[in-house]
């Protein structure tokens, strides 16, 4: 069992930058794969990026690429997601996802345990 707490999100100014933070419980973190979500207002949830469990791969939405970067620290069971660049259709609701297993997916139905997630809100 993974218990995931997602805190860093807020308001910020177009162009600016936030830090996400996922802190997981469990003494396997490792074995886990890592994914943020995004669900703004009326869409549907998408994926964002994913970090395998020793943290050598990563992998990005083309929406954030290059803006936004995961990883994680495995000796303090969390992971982040640096966000620079905001833009205000970054406006959502950011969730972390954990998958039982260490290589990673963009896939939701991959992930076994999910954080209630943290607001974050680009204003032009």
């Known amino acids: 069992q993974v218990q995931l707490v997602e805190s860093g999100g807020g308001l910020v100014q177009a162009g600016g930058s936030l830090r996400l933070s996922c802190a997981a419980s469990?003494?396997?973190?490792?074995?886990?794969?890592l994914g943020w979500f995004r669900q703004a207002p009326g869409k549907e949830r998408e994926f964002v990026a994913a970090?395998?469990?020793?943290?050598?791969?990563?992998y990005y939405a083309d929406s954030v690429a290059g803006r936004f970067t995961i990883s994680r620290d495995n000796a303090k069971i969390t992971a982040y997601l640096q966000m620079n660049s905001l833009k205000p259709e970054d406006t959502a609701v950011y969730y972390c996802?954990?998958?039982?297993?260490?290589?990673?997916?963009?896939?939701?139905?991959?992930?076994?345990?999910w954080g209630q997630g943290t607001q974050v809100t680009v204003s032009s």
């Open positions: 469990g003494r396997t973190f490792r074995n886990y794969a």
């Open positions: 970090i395998s469990g020793s943290g050598r791969s990563t």
């Open positions: 996802a954990a998958a039982d297993g260490s290589s990673y997916s963009t896939k939701e139905y991959s992930y076994d345990y």
